[in-house]
């Protein structure tokens, strides 16, 4: 059977030093003969010379090229974005000062902030021949940033959007004060991302939160595809979704290809324990409750330090089946201390596991650059032992 590889490559943000080039070859010449690479996908620090020689060198492979690119967040960081305003008013400050991530949201809904995200790339990326581009930070903030985060836009932009909706906001903060029996009221998880709530106005608000993500991506997706480029889109694992705005059936009809990051043991933003901590901590109730329902609901084991690998399997497998595109799962390869402690049993059970499921393309992520050797070792001897190299 055929599988692809995708690899992924952080040159640094906006306001880092651009890796050199010579790093990125050497790091892929290690790589390339031991893996069916398909795609590489890298960003998104400014230096058009090494997304240059990276896609000369890549184009004699006959191996795509994607533009890692942010979208809704990270672009503030170089160009002045309306920031979100939360359900009681406030608008939110930026995150901080970061050299490589800004995890500092913008509106979707205002058509300025597009504008500047279209205007970032014609100035930082245009001309340089990538085969696509990776689209990044296609959501609201998560619960890791706090409720009020979540409970986002409420701008005058998405105030006459939810007009037209006939949406209550005043509804939705009495749900959101009112006693549950549940985090946020959750009654069923459907699979795939999609959620029952106890309240409609807490169901309807996510529901609206997703057309505008969707919205919004419309227009940026026409742009792009007039360019040339094929897109693929970087998403979170299907459960966390839905509360960052991002409904991955709807979604997939307008990419070439869906990455879920499907992190079980990342200690940061987009790992799944770190997200599935931060929902159960930044809603109301005692946490212990909460957590056995969550858990229960979700068919996990809460005795377990680690996220069951049967359940980021199932995830994966109902997702394709709901997607109009591949769905290709993100596994982590990099070593983070206390952030992404990587070892390669990991990597060969959750490959052994994926391809025992039907998955037969997968992304290895989010950094090739700090992928420890043993890491690409494991990923390799699947192949060797299966006689697919």
């Known amino acids: 059977m055929e599988y692809e590889i995708v690899l992924q490559i952080f040159s640094g943000g906006f306001l880092n030093d651009t890796v050199l080039y010579e790093t990125v070859e050497y790091k892929l010449n290690s790589v390339l003969p031991r893996l ?22 890549l184009a004699k492979k006959n191996i795509e090229f994607y533009l890692w690119f942010p979208v809704f967040s990270e672009t503030g960081m170089i160009r002045a974005q309306s920031p979100l305003a939360d359900l009681w008013g406030s608008v939110l400050e930026r995150a901080g000062d970061h050299r490589s991530e800004d995890f500092s949201f913008c509106c979707p809904n205002d058509p300025q902030n597009i504008k ?7 100035r930082e990326f245009a001309g340089i021949p990538f085969t696509g581009i990776f689209l990044d930070k296609i959501r609201y903030p998560s619960f890791a940033q706090g409720q009020r985060s979540v409970f986002t836009c409420f701008c005058p932009h998405c105030q006459a959007k939810y007009r037209n909706e006939n949406f209550d906001s005043d509804q939705l903060m009495e749900a959101l004060s009112a006693p549950a029996s549940s985090p946020l009221g959750i009654s069923a998880y459907r699979g795939g991302g999609a959620y029952s709530f106890e309240d409609n106005s807490i169901s309807k608000f996510f529901e609206l939160k997703a057309a ?28 966390l979704s839905a509360f960052t705005g991002q409904n991955l059936p709807l979604l997939s009809g307008l990419c070439d290809f869906m990455k879920p990051m499907m992190y079980r043991i990342t200690n940061a933003p987009a790992g799944i324990p ?12 005692p946490i212990e409750k909460k957590k056995r329902f969550l858990y229960d609901l979700l068919g996990l084991d809460p005795e377990k330090k680690d996220i069951d690998l049967a359940f980021v399997v199932n995830e994966v497998v109902n997702l394709v089946s709901s997607s109009v595109c591949p769905v290709y ?13 990587v070892h390669p ?43 697919i190299l």
């Not at 997706?221 to 040339?228: A, L, M, N, P, V």
């Not at 499921?357 to 050797?373: C, E, K, T, Y």
Request: aromatic share 16%; charged share 25%.
């Open 212 to 239: 505008f993500i969707f919205q919004g991506l419309q227009g940026l997706c026409q742009y792009f595809r007039g360019k040339g480029l094929k897109i693929g889109f970087d998403v979170f694992a299907p459960f």
């Open 36 to 57: 069916p690479v398909q795609k590489v996908i890298m960003g998104w620090s400014p230096g058009k010379a090494l997304y240059e020689k990276t896609a000369d060198f």
């Open 116 to 122: 500047n995200i279209i205007d970032i790339f014609e």
């Open 274 to 285: 770190f997200e599935l901590k931060a929902l159960l901590r930044e809603t109301n109730g």
């Open 345 to 387: 049993d990991y990597v060969e059970e959750t490959v052994h596991a994926y391809a025992r499921a039907g998955i037969r393309s997968f992304v290895l992520s989010w950094d090739l650059l700090n992928a420890p050797g043993e890491n690409i070792d494991a990923v390799s001897r699947f192949f060797v032992d299966n006689f």
């Open 329 to 341: 799962p993100g596994i982590e390869i990099n070593r983070i201390k206390n952030l992404a402690e």
